[in-house]
């Protein structure tokens, strides 16, 4: 099955198998953290994918974890994000939007001072977060505080939010949303046995730790249309203090009752760094086993692999990061064999349109 034809099920009609994935980019309007003109171009340029998901988003004020991210939580976002969607709509694409909330992946300058939120009070080592503030106005990388242990008031909060979040991005004309579970943010925390020590209803057993999770997926659904939901998880990755024995089982667990839930999509986050662990066949065969919806994969693809990993029926859609940056006609270039343009490190959180909007079509 190739990359470049067309896929449809359910809700995902798509021109080809070739997913834009979520990229941080951090270049909103300020104060309030809203989309721009310049965020419409920059996606509407990629608008040749089978589908974009757009950078994660802020489903409320304490949700923050880096300078300049985009929220959708008040009617300025929304008014943002609709010229985003209108753009890319207009290009011919399809665009769904990526929500989250950081947790303890956070700072007080996001917080109003006090500490983030999380599943246990437990400060992830080796992780920092991009903060730009008077005293350092081009930004800089800051370790995360302590977090503060959620309540069951917080807890039924955020998954109001999430809720909230998903239906405001409709209403932005959004496609659809795809919720962050991954990469050791809030969701992904409540997953792990390392960031997660609760003795409540959603720690402990992976059965509890996954309720979270579904709390927010069934409460979205509830509001969107089950089909309009995708979920993230990133069951091999670790950084950000995210290292569990149990994670695995876990997220296998997870995914059979989202297969049941009847979501639109499960994307994998796969680690892409040089040295980065080697995801078994024999999870990819299994979680296929559990879930027969969608699966869009994401890490270091090029077209031989997705091809292979699509005609093996491990995935249905494959997503790629960095080489859209740089590329904005990424489908065209590797369908035709055109060179790929490397993209610059420099311009890659905040600045302007340089490294964002001025890198030019092949055509």
Not at 52 to 59: F, H, L, R
Not at 121 to 144: F, L, R, S, Y
Request: hydrophobic share 40%.
């Amino acid at each position: 099955m190739s990359l470049f034809t067309p896929y449809k099920k359910s809700e995902l009609m798509l021109n080809n198998r070739m997913v834009m994935a979520p990229m941080t980019r951090s270049r909103t309007t300020q104060p309030g953290n809203i989309p721009n003109e310049m965020m419409a171009t920059y996606y509407a340029q990629r608008a040749s994918a089978g589908l974009i998901i757009t950078e994660a988003t802020q489903i409320s004020d304490d949700s923050q974890g880096y300078s300049f991210t985009p929220g959708v939580y008040t009617q300025a976002q929304i008014a943002g994000w609709k010229k985003v969607t209108s753009a890319v709509h207009q290009a011919g694409g399809k665009i769904f939007n990526q929500l989250w909330h950081v947790g303890r992946v956070s700072h007080g300058v996001f917080q109003q001072g006090q500490a983030p939120i999380a599943p246990s009070a437990i400060k992830p080592t080796d992780t920092q977060v991009w903060v730009v503030d008077e005293a350092n106005p081009e930004g800089q990388m800051v370790d995360c505080p302590t977090p503060r242990e959620m309540t069951q008031g917080d807890i039924d909060r955020v998954v109001g939010d999430f809720a909230q979040g998903a239906q405001n991005a409709i209403d932005a004309g959004f496609d659809g949303v795809e919720i962050h579970g991954g990469n050791g943010y809030l969701i992904d925390q409540f997953l792990r046995t390392n960031s997660n020590h609760r003795s409540d209803a959603y720690g402990g057993s992976p059965e509890k730790r996954i309720r979270f999770l579904l709390e927010i997926v069934e409460a979205v659904s509830a509001k969107i249309g089950v089909d309009k939901v995708g979920v993230r998880l990133a069951p091999f990755v670790t950084f950000k203090d995210m290292g569990c024995p149990e994670i695995v089982e876990t997220i296998l667990l997870a995914a059979k009752h989202l297969g049941e839930l009847g979501i639109g999509y499960m994307h994998l986050s796969e680690a892409d760094w040089d040295d980065a662990p080697q995801i078994p066949q024999s999870f990819r065969v299994e979680l296929r086993e559990v879930f027969k919806g969608t699966i869009i994969v994401a890490g270091r693809y090029d077209v031989e692999r997705a091809t292979e990993i699509i005609d093996q029926g491990n995935a249905d859609l494959v997503a790629f990061g960095r080489a859209f940056i740089a590329n904005p006609d990424l489908p065209y270039r590797l369908e035709t064999g055109k060179p790929l343009a490397a993209f610059d490190k420099g311009p890659l959180f905040g600045g302007g349109a340089a490294g964002y909007i001025d890198y030019p079509n092949y055509q």
